[in-house]
């Protein structure tokens, strides 16, 4: 998969990047890098991510960050995002999953 990036500007969450449930193995590496004043989460799913009721599950190492941060996802999830919970600024998560 080619670099995927999505990005939010204010409280909320960014569109979420799908994810191809076809590769093996499943790993994502992702990177998020912040402007200005942020406090943001990445989060995954497991349901249908276009579907409002939706269950977001938060990393289990990039929760409240308030500075760029990476990590990655070497289990499988149907789509990944990232949540700005609070500040002024912008996030953009920029990810690249292994495999064609």
Do not use: C
Request: net charge negative.
């Amino acid at each position: 998969m080619k670099l995927q990036t999505a990005s939010q500007t204010g409280v909320g969450a960014s569109d979420p990047i799908v994810m191809n449930l076809n590769v093996t193995p499943f790993n994502v590496g992702f990177g998020v890098i912040t402007t200005g004043s942020v406090d943001y989460t990445v989060q995954h799913t497991f349901d249908n991510p276009f579907v409002a009721l939706s269950t977001w599950f938060n990393h289990p190492t990039v929760v409240g960050q308030i500075a760029d941060a990476d990590g990655n996802y070497a289990f499988p999830v149907t789509a990944i995002r990232v949540v700005m919970n609070a500040g002024d600024g912008t996030v953009e998560l920029k990810l690249i999953q292994a495999g064609i």
